[in-house]
Nanobody, 125 residues
Framework: QVQLVESGGGLVQAGGSLRLSCAAS????????TGWFRQAPGKEREFVSA????????YYAESVKGRFTISRYNAKNTVYLQMNSLKPEDTAVYYC??????????????????WGQGTQVTVSS
């Protein structure tokens, strides 16, 4: 079992920055893909970014490419999402999730086994 706890959400003005953290416990994430997803009110959950723990390959949705950066800190078993140049349309609950490395090749659409409780990000205009 993997437990995931997100933190770092909040209220920020458009153009501002936030850094989300996803702390994992129970297992190390060495053999996992860790992803960030978000869900805005009235919308379906969407993929934001993902990182393959071993090797560090990263993936981004087109809507956040160039503005968001995903990274990991092995010693803390934690994944971060640095969000810059935030826009009102980035407002959502952000979730981190983990899936075994062997699950599949499409990090945006494959099934993730473990999910955090979510953290609210609100960007005011």
């Amino acid at each position: 079992q993997v437990q995931l706890v997100e933190s770092g959400g909040g209220l920020v003005q458009a153009g501002g920055s936030l850094r989300l953290s996803c702390a994992a416990s129970g297992r190390t994430l060495n053999n996992y893909i860790t992803g960030w997803f978000r869900q805005a009110p009235g919308k379906e959950r969407e993929f934001v970014s993902a990182i393959i723990w071993s090797g560090g390959s990263t993936y981004y949705a087109e809507s956040v490419k160039g503005r968001f950066t995903i990274s990991r800190y092995n010693a803390k078993n934690t994944v971060y999402l640095q969000m810059n140049s935030l826009k009102p349309e980035d407002t959502a609950v952000y979730y981190c999730a983990a899936a075994p490395l062997t699950r599949g090749v499409n990090v945006a659409t494959m099934k993730y086994d473990y999910w955090g409780q979510g953290t609210q990000v609100t960007v005011s205009s």
